[in-house]
């Protein structure tokens, strides 16, 4: 698996440091909020799982599928849900959860859905941002870090499910992919 890895961008040290960072800017964000985290399945629950235990507030979880990607490595901008929230949302304060934002299709479509349910509130936060591949714009409100144009795996995110397991965040040699 590590013999697949170009180059680490992100180290375990580094999201360490980063996620508890977030997390504490959220707890003092949210003190008087209803907050509920919402992830993307399934690229950030490794990500969502960390950073829910440096929130120091009464908060729930829940976790929505969507489909936007199929096993390539390049955006379709289709976005089909397959999995919905099962809690209910309405009034409440939405923080979403996602691993990458690449397109912002994904984060796009997500977004538009749950304003729709009479939310009080709704943000995004995302662990990395890849900026030069935007096609819609998606405000981010908390951010790990914003990496190149490379594809990355490891701490959730996968290439045809695989790689979720790497304790940090890689690029991926062109011809395990290409
Ligand atoms: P977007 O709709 O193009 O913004 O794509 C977002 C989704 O694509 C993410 O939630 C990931 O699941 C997937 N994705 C985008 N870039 C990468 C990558 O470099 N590695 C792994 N998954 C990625
Ligand atoms: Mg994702």
Redesign the pocket.
């Known amino acids: 698996m590590k013999n697949d890895i170009l180059e680490v961008l992100v180290t375990e040290e580094q999201l360490r440091n980063r996620v508890k960072f977030l997390g504490e800017q959220i707890t003092n964000d949210y003190k008087d909020k209803d907050l509920i985290l919402v992830s993307?399945l399934?690229?950030?629950v490794f990500f969502i799982v960390d950073l829910a235990r440096h929130i120091n507030l009464d908060l729930k979880m829940d976790f929505m599928s969507v489909s936007?990607?199929g096993s390539s490595?390049e955006?379709s901008?289709i976005?089909k849900i397959i999995k919905d929230l099962q809690v209910d949302i309405e009034k409440k304060d939405i923080l979403v959860v996602?691993?990458?934002?690449?397109?912002?299709?994904?984060?796009?479509?997500i977004i538009h859905i749950l304003k729709s349910r009479n939310v009080n509130s709704i943000k995004v936060c995302t662990l990395?941002d890849?900026p030069l591949?935007?096609?819609v714009d998606?405000n981010i409100d908390y951010l790990g870090f914003v990496?190149p144009d490379?594809?990355?795996?490891g701490y959730g995110?996968?290439?045809n499910e695989r790689y979720r397991n790497l304790p940090y965040i890689g690029?991926?040699k062109p011809e395990v992919y290409l």
Request: hydrophobic letters at 35%.
């Open positions: 993307i399934k690229g950030s936007s990607y490595h955006t901008g976005v996602e691993d990458i934002l690449d397109s912002g299709n994904t984060l796009n479509y990395l890849k591949k935007r096609e998606v990496i490379n594809f990355v795996v995110l996968d290439y690029s991926l």
